[in-house]
Nanobody, 125 residues
């Protein structure tokens, strides 16, 4: 059974930092793209960042570019999201996702086949 388990969410003040982790089990995704998405209350799930199979190609939503960094450790089957200079508008549930069909980072939800359960990030002003 494939599982993606996120951790690292929490409450932080504006300007602060958090590091999210997503550990995969049940299969390896070392040849596949992975990504982070977020969903604020009452809104659609939106792309945040994606990373290709070996980590040398990353892609960010404009709203987080320059503040967030996605990375991966294939030996640990884990992907990370370092979030700096957090803003109240970053408040959302953050979801990790893994694709079985592409090695390139994609922003569209339809490319991702496995999803984590989400971790909550709250940024206070």
């Amino acid at each position: 059974q494939v599982q993606l388990v996120e951790s690292g969410g929490g409450l932080v003040q504006a300007g602060g930092s958090l590091r999210l982790s997503c550990a995969a089990s049940g299969r390896t995704f070392s040849s596949n793209a992975m990504g982070w998405f977020r969903q604020a209350p009452g809104k659609e799930r939106m792309f945040v960042a994606g990373i290709n199979w070996n980590g040398d190609n990353t892609y960010y939503a404009d709203s987080v570019k320059g503040r967030f960094t996605i990375s991966r450790d294939n030996a640990k089957n884990t992907v990370y999201l370092q979030m700096n200079s957090l803003k109240p508008e970053d408040t959302a549930d953050y979801y990790c996702a893994a694709s079985t069909r592409t090695a390139l980072p994609r922003r569209e939800l339809r490319w991702y086949d496995y999803w984590g359960q989400g971790t909550q990030v709250t940024v206070s002003s």
